[in-house]
């Protein structure tokens, strides 16, 4: 990834609090805005069930062994296509951008087309009770 592009910004490992308090800090600590296509979020069939039948969101689950590269724009396809090349970065996917964002809000454009804010979660994360 290194050598692919020179424009990478940031890595991270969302282990805690998932990928949404991970973007939340850097967005935080960099001064920026964060927009995400929840459609382009790679998530598995089974993960995607299980928190379903929970009521867990899955952006503030712990994703072990997984990794955020933040990188300039035109980057982006060099490094995707250096992470796809090695068997555990073949579901490497582009998730969304930075804005320019005086708040730092991170929000994510749903499947449905609306748009929802991504804010830090607050104590800790419930099943939801039906």
Known sequence: MLAAAPGLRALR????????????????QSGVGMRLE?????????????????????L?????????????????PRILAAMRAHPLGRDAAQIGHITADPQHFVE????????????WLHGE??????
Not at 60 to 76: R, T
Request: proline share 6%; with cysteine; glycine share 10%.
């Open 13 to 28: 490992d969302p282990t805690r609090g998932g990928l949404a308090a991970t973007l939340n800090e850097i967005a935080q």
């Open 38 to 58: 929840e459609a382009a979020i790679p998530l598995k069939a089974e993960v995607r069930g299980a928190c379903e039948l929970l009521g867990l969101d899955p």
């Open 60 to 76: 503030y689950v712990a994703n072990e062994g997984k990794l955020i590269a933040i990188c300039n724009h035109a980057d982006a």
């Open 108 to 119: 994510v454009r749903t499947i449905f087309g609306g748009r929802r804010m991504v804010d």
């Open 125 to 130: 994360q419930l099943p939801r009770i039906c």
